[in-house]
């Protein structure tokens, strides 16, 4: 196996830099727009229910969030 002459190597510690630039930005994007609140946050209702009820009737109680 020959081994590879500076200007090969440069090149691919180059194109290895390159792709880990590329990452890491993807990486940063990404983790950048997980840190905005919307704002217009979608209201829903919750069901939630007891896991010991405490009457029969009833047994689900609806929260709106």
Known sequence: ?????FE????????????????LEAISKYLS????????ARRSNVLVMDTQPRSSVGQGVRISL
């Open 33 to 40: 727009s997980q840190d905005q609140t919307p704002s217009s």
């Open 1 to 5: 196996m020959q081994p590879l002459d």
């Open 8 to 23: 090969e190597e440069l090149a691919n510690s180059t194109e290895r830099l390159k792709r880990k630039r590329k990452k």
